[in-house]
């Protein structure tokens, strides 16, 4: 916890009088795909009650994305749509619901809580803030969010992810992380961080053929180094670095970190590699900005089954967790354990959500 932060013994006491207590932990719901939508896109507004129970997490966009003359309809829509969608929302739904509010410097944030929190606040799970630059950001909100809560008998906190989309927020990613109690986790912004860095590329999210490594020359008949000869190249990672600090920061602050949106909506295979990447660095899920994405989304933060009959395995052939065994040739110790217990839970929790998944992990057969 930061210095600027309350001392400990007032980290998780109500910002205002008749607010609901904090959470001490923040619960491990599925959330392997936030899946984004236009609430004044009739069009799309229709869709939603269909998507419930198919995808884990839908978010209610009011920032980037909505023109100006649309922002109040966004915020109209969203709060009949959660009004009108049976299991939408709230701690029992199938699927949660998000929205991401305007930028803290924009003319409609406030517009924006001082809505939706009461007219919604018992079914609204999370809200995205964006462009977050430090604590001040996140202490900012919680204070209101507390006030509005209090005002409308809301009895559940609503929690709060930040987007990383500026070099100064990824400066000061472990103080956003402790900031508040209500910081349920972190996402990569991508577009506005390569902008903010004056990084010189212009996609959203992924790689780029220009930033790459390159194998070492031949050597010719003379035997030096010939640099003109065809080489093998490897593209690289553009944000490696961000997503492993931002893991880090989270894992140390008990919270949750996303890969964010990957723009290249036809390119779905690399949509799939990058996702796969996020998962394995320890992110527990992506952003959705097409109903293709989602699938591919669940697919990939889903421990395989493969992955599971070998997790079960080593739990079940390590007993007490400690000491080593052999499996397969390879040593397992109690740190392969508790890798493996990860995968576990995860699992776990998934099939509670997914009867698929469920079906998949339950035939699983474990072999000594």
């Known amino acids: 916890m930061p210095s600027s932060s309350r001392s400990a013994k007032d980290f998780f006491r109500p910002l205002a009088v008749g607010a609901p207590t904090p959470l001490t932990e923040i619960p491990a719901r599925p959330?392997?795909?936030?899946?984004?939508?236009?609430?004044?896109?009739?069009?799309?507004?229709?869709?939603?009650?269909?998507?419930?129970?198919?995808?884990?997490?839908?978010?209610g966009n009011l920032e980037d994305a909505i023109k100006a003359d649309n922002k109040v309809a966004a915020r109209e829509g969203l709060v009949r749509i959660a009004r009108e969608t049976a299991d939408l929302g709230g701690q029992s739904g199938p699927t949660?619901?998000?929205?991401?509010?305007?930028?803290?410097?924009?003319?409609?944030?406030?517009?924006d809580l001082t809505t939706l929190v009461p007219a919604?606040?018992?079914?609204?799970?999370?809200?995205?803030?964006?462009?977050?630059?430090?604590?001040?950001?996140?202490?900012?909100?919680?204070?209101?969010?507390?006030?509005?809560?209090?005002?409308?008998?809301?009895?559940?906190?609503?929690?709060?992810?930040?987007?990383?989309?500026?070099?100064?927020?990824?400066?000061?990613?472990?103080?956003?992380?402790?900031?508040?109690?209500?910081?349920?986790?972190?996402?990569?912004g991508p577009a506005d961080l390569a902008a903010d860095r004056r990084m010189k590329t212009t996609r959203v999210g992924g790689g780029h053929p220009g930033y790459l490594v390159r194998e070492d020359p031949p050597k010719?008949?003379?035997?030096?180094?010939?640099?003109?000869?065809?080489?093998?190249?490897?593209?690289?990672?553009?944000?490696?670095?961000?997503i492993a600090r931002?893991?880090?920061?989270?894992?140390?602050h008990g919270i949750y970190p996303y890969y964010g949106p990957f723009g290249d909506i036809?390119?779905?295979?690399?949509?799939e590699d990058q996702f796969r990447n996020a998962f394995l660095l320890g992110c527990v899920g992506t952003w959705s900005l097409h109903p293709r994405q989602i699938a591919i989304a669940n697919r990939v933060f889903s421990p395989s089954v493969e992955d599971i009959r070998?997790?079960?395995?080593?739990?079940?052939?390590?007993?007490?967790?400690?000491?080593?065994?052999?499996l397969d040739g390879k040593m397992e110790d109690d740190a392969s354990l508790k890798q493996c217990l990860v995968m576990v839970r995860l699992a776990e929790e998934l099939a509670a959500i997914d009867p698929g998944l469920k079906k998949q992990y339950d035939a699983i057969e474990v072999d000594a």
């Not at 065809?230 to 944000?239: F, H, K, N, S, V």
């Not at 070998?310 to 052999?326: E, L």
Request: with cysteine; hydrophobic share 45%.
């Open 220 to 242: 010719n008949a003379a035997g030096e180094p010939d640099v003109n000869a065809e080489r093998a190249t490897y593209q690289q990672d553009l944000w490696h670095y961000t």
């Open 310 to 326: 070998h997790a079960r395995r080593v739990v079940a052939a390590m007993g007490d967790g400690t000491g080593a065994v052999m």
């Open 96 to 111: 949660q619901l998000w929205t991401r509010i305007n930028s803290l410097d924009s003319p409609w944030v406030l517009d």
């Open 120 to 188: 919604i606040g018992d079914k609204l799970d999370v809200i995205m803030v964006p462009k977050v630059q430090g604590a001040e950001d996140i202490q900012y909100v919680d204070r209101l969010l507390a006030q509005l809560e209090a005002k409308a008998g809301l009895t559940r906190p609503i929690l709060v992810h930040a987007i990383l989309e500026t070099a100064r927020g990824v400066a000061n990613v472990e103080e956003i992380c402790g900031a508040s109690p209500r910081m349920q986790g972190l996402s990569l």
């Open 266 to 271: 036809a390119d779905v295979v690399a949509c």
């Open 31 to 59: 959330s392997r795909a936030i899946h984004f939508f236009d609430p004044s896109n009739e069009k799309m507004a229709s869709k939603i009650p269909a998507m419930v129970g198919t995808v884990d997490v839908l978010l």
């Open 246 to 252: 931002m893991v880090d920061a989270c894992a140390m």
